[in-house]
């Protein structure tokens, strides 16, 4: 959640969903998962085994950089997306939106969202403005 919201609320929202009984595994890869004969999961976590009920699966996406090199996009080093100005120009006339843009939120800085909402309006606008409407990002991105 550190990649959607501020670092104050991602850690309140991690803690409060772990005084509801929820069990976070951080940086853990899944070897395999197999149903118990009571019902349950078994979970193989490259070397260590959890049984549950529920298994959620939060998984970070990073965009391919090697169209960075050759179309010398600027990469943002803290957000790994490409940088965009407020109109989500990377270069002259040359626009990324989505998941792939480290983008100026109005509220809360630069930041990379990977959210269908953000990926539809960011999207749009990119749209727009290659026909020249000129329109920056205003947009609060949502999450859920």
């Known amino acids: 959640m550190a990649k959607v919201l501020p670092d104050y609320l991602s850690e309140w929202t991690t803690e409060k969903v772990k005084s509801e009984g929820v069990n976070i595994i951080p940086n853990s890869r899944i070897k395999g998962v197999k149903k118990t004969e009571e019902g ?25 950089h090697t169209l960075a090199s050759a179309s010398k996009l600027q990469v943002d080093s803290k957000h790994g997306g490409y940088t965009v100005n407020e109109q989500f120009e990377a270069q002259p006339n040359l626009w990324v939106a989505g998941d792939a843009a480290a983008f100026l939120d109005p509220q809360l800085g630069r930041r990379r969202v990977e959210h269908h909402d953000h990926a539809v309006v960011s999207g749009r606008l990119a749209g727009e403005n290659m026909t020249g409407a000129n329109k920056a990002y205003t947009h609060q991105s949502m999450f859920w």
């Open 40 to 64: 349950r999961l078994s979970v193989d976590l490259s070397g260590k085994s959890i049984e549950t009920d529920h298994v959620v699966v939060a998984v970070g996406v990073e965009p391919d």
